[in-house]
């Protein structure tokens, strides 16, 4: 992976447009950017897109989803870090938010210069094999590593995601010794383990789950707290012997720090309305296997910072750095 330093991340602060694209402009609608760090696609996207419009709706303005991709999310957070506290412009975000201040010298002081709004929900990690390779559970996993450590590799979205701490964790838990392979997104990690190039694959239910559910992988471990309702079968890390071991991929919204708060629960009130619509929740929940929290911003501070609590601490006593 390309070496993610403080230069980087100003570099491509400096090169994305300084302006939002084109959009119709009233003196009575103003216009809000909806920040997403990541390109469009994913898991975050789509939470910003579907809300858009009810939002429009319920806050009388131009609402203009910006994807601002790269440095595993650190460029687009930079910028909202850095835009004014008009209440203006919001950061969606992914659970690579909480592990970035300790992977790479960022511009800016995630707990200070962002200030949370909402918790809008999470889903347990899957971990999943081919079915022609010999695992069918995690015991199988632990048998063969013990045998020949650095046997068994796992497929993640890149060095230092939620994914693949959660399998350093449980790899520390075991006693065993895995072989991370990182890749540049989820796309090329399945289509590695799909082709039978890894040994397993650690994702998000929402990426791995249809891949279980038509047969084209075996799922292994569901790192929650209980089973996924499509795949019920699929022990848990604690139905496999980790005690309260839980670990999630998790989404959320934060502003530029200074926000006024009025500002943030207005926001935060009407996000809960229009995301608990039927239709918008049905979607997220079926399709990406998301649990809606709808927490605001003090749930929100609370996760976050066990979070960081949780995955400090292992980037450095594994020293994992972003570009390996």
Request: charged share 15%; net charge positive.
């Amino acid at each position: 992976m390309t070496k993610l330093t403080r230069r980087t991340i100003l570099a491509g602060i400096a090169a994305a447009p300084l302006a939002a694209p084109a959009v119709a402009r009233s003196q009575s609608a103003p216009v809000m950017r909806f920040v997403v760090p990541f390109p469009p696609g994913g898991t975050v996207d789509p939470i910003a897109r579907l809300s858009q419009p009810g939002m429009q709706e319920k806050l009388g303005a131009t609402i203009v989803v910006d994807n601002r991709p790269g440095a595993s999310g650190s460029i687009g957070s930079a910028q909202v870090a850095k835009s004014p506290p008009d209440g203006n412009t919001w950061l969606f975000v992914f659970d690579t938010h909480a592990a970035n201040p300790f992977l790479m010298n960022l511009p800016f002081d995630t707990e200070k210069d962002l200030a949370p709004v909402m918790l809008i929900g999470r889903a347990p990690y899957l971990l999943a094999s081919h079915p022609d390779k010999p695992y069918n559970s995690f015991a199988d996993i632990v048998k063969a590593s013990k045998a020949k450590p650095g046997s068994v590799s796992f497929a993640t979205v890149g060095a230092g995601s939620v994914g693949h701490l959660a399998m350093v964790m449980l790899g520390k838990r075991a006693g065993i010794q895995l072989t991370h392979v990182p890749y540049r997104g989820g796309g090329p990690a399945m289509a590695a383990t799909l082709g039978g190039q890894v040994e397993t694959i650690i994702g998000s239910a929402a990426l791995a789950t249809p891949q279980v559910v038509s047969g084209k992988l075996k799922g292994i471990l569901n790192t929650g707290a209980s089973p996924l309702k499509a795949l019920p079968n699929v022990q848990t890390a604690q139905q496999a012997g980790f005690d309260n071991f839980e670990t999630y991929a998790w989404w959320g919204v934060f502003a530029p720090g200074g926000t006024p708060q009025p500002v943030i629960d207005r926001f935060a009130t009407a996000l809960r309305e229009v995301l608990s619509q039927e239709k918008i929740s049905r979607q997220l929940s079926e399709q990406q296997q998301i649990e809606m929290v709808l927490g605001g911003p003090e749930e929100l501070r609370k996760f976050f910072t066990q979070q960081m609590q949780t995955w400090g601490p292992i980037i450095k006593e594994e020293n994992i750095k972003a570009d390996q």
